[in-house]
Protein backbone atom coordinates (compact mmCIF):
# COMPACT_ATOMS: atom_id res chain seq x y z
CA UNK A 1 0.00 0.00 0.00
CA UNK A 2 1.40 3.22 -0.95
CA UNK A 3 1.73 6.48 0.89
CA UNK A 4 -1.97 8.61 1.24
CA UNK A 5 -1.20 11.90 -1.20
CA UNK A 6 -3.33 13.94 1.11
CA UNK A 7 -1.13 13.45 3.58
CA UNK A 8 1.68 14.13 1.39
CA UNK A 9 0.47 17.63 0.40
CA UNK A 10 -1.00 18.85 3.81
CA UNK A 11 2.57 17.94 4.95
CA UNK A 12 3.58 19.79 2.17
CA UNK A 13 1.62 22.64 3.06
CA UNK A 14 3.05 23.16 6.69
CA UNK A 15 6.09 25.27 5.23
CA UNK A 16 6.72 27.94 2.99
CA UNK A 17 9.96 27.79 0.72
CA UNK A 18 11.16 31.30 -0.34
CA UNK A 19 12.79 29.95 -2.81
CA UNK A 20 9.69 29.15 -4.97
CA UNK A 21 8.43 32.64 -6.12
CA UNK A 22 4.88 30.74 -7.06
CA UNK A 23 4.55 29.52 -3.43
CA UNK A 24 5.67 32.93 -2.07
CA UNK A 25 3.23 35.09 -4.36
CA UNK A 26 0.13 32.97 -3.24
CA UNK A 27 1.21 33.08 0.64
CA UNK A 28 1.40 36.95 0.19
CA UNK A 29 -2.15 37.08 -1.79
CA UNK A 30 -3.95 34.65 1.18
CA UNK A 31 -2.54 37.16 3.65
CA UNK A 32 -2.70 40.47 2.05
CA UNK A 33 0.56 41.35 2.34
CA UNK A 34 3.81 41.82 -0.75
CA UNK A 35 6.10 39.61 -1.53
CA UNK A 36 8.44 41.28 -0.10
CA UNK A 37 6.97 41.13 3.42
CA UNK A 38 6.84 37.47 3.02
CA UNK A 39 10.30 37.52 2.47
CA UNK A 40 11.22 39.55 5.25
CA UNK A 41 8.86 37.11 6.91
CA UNK A 42 10.53 33.83 6.34
CA UNK A 43 13.80 35.39 7.16
CA UNK A 44 13.24 36.67 10.58
CA UNK A 45 10.47 33.80 11.40
CA UNK A 46 11.32 31.09 9.35
CA UNK A 47 8.92 28.94 7.15
CA UNK A 48 6.70 27.62 9.19
CA UNK A 49 3.54 28.57 7.96
CA UNK A 50 1.14 28.75 10.92
CA UNK A 51 3.86 31.07 12.53
CA UNK A 52 4.07 33.66 8.93
CA UNK A 53 0.71 33.65 8.92
CA UNK A 54 0.39 35.07 12.64
CA UNK A 55 3.10 37.58 11.61
CA UNK A 56 1.43 38.54 8.46
CA UNK A 57 -1.81 38.91 10.67
CA UNK A 58 -0.10 41.30 13.12
CA UNK A 59 1.41 43.32 10.35
CA UNK A 60 -1.57 43.65 8.75
CA UNK A 61 -3.60 44.48 11.94
CA UNK A 62 -0.73 47.16 12.42
CA UNK A 63 -1.14 48.77 9.30
CA UNK A 64 -4.89 49.46 9.95
CA UNK A 65 -4.56 50.94 13.07
Do not use: H, W
Request: aromatic fraction near 4%; include cysteine; glycine fraction near 6%.
Amino acid sequence: MGEDPLLRLEAERTCISGLDECEVAAFALDAGIARSQVYELIKKYGNDRKTLLAAAQRLTDSNRA
